[in-house]
């Protein structure tokens, strides 16, 4: 099992630029993939971008191609989110997951396809 905390949120404006960071501990070296995901009040759980640990490809859900960057440290164990030129739509709890056991690329934007979560943290962005 992994554990897995998130931190770095806040109160932003638009056009401005945060950056999050989620920690890993636990049974590290058995993650496949990590990846942030994001719901906001009265919306479903959407996926945002995921990375795989070996080859640290990535992937983006259309609307933040451009705008964020995911990241990974292998030594601490670290994925970091670089969400820059932010909008009012990006408001909503961010949450960090991991898979620990081999998975498809066409599956990494699943929500069912990870094992461990963190516990958020919240994104706000005014206009």
């Known amino acids: 099992q992994v554990q897995l905390v998130e931190s770095g949120g806040g109160l932003v404006q638009a056009g401005d630029s945060l950056r999050l960071s989620c920690a890993a501990s636990?049974?590290?070296?058995?993650?496949?993939?990590v990846a942030w995901f994001r719901q906001a009040p009265g919306k479903e759980r959407e996926f945002v971008a995921a990375?795989?640990?070996?080859?640290?490809?990535?992937f983006y859900t259309d609307s933040v191609k451009g705008r964020f960057t995911i990241s990974k440290d292998n030594i601490k164990n670290t994925v970091t989110l670089q969400m820059n030129s932010l909008k009012p739509e990006d408001t909503a709890v961010y949450f960090c997951a991991a898979r620990n056991r081999p998975i498809l690329s066409a599956g990494l934007s699943s929500q069912n396809t990870y094992d461990d979560w963190g516990q958020g943290t919240q994104v706000t962005v005014s206009s």
């Open positions: 636990g049974r590290t070296f058995s993650m496949n993939a």
């Open positions: 990375i795989r640990w070996s080859s640290g490809v990535t």
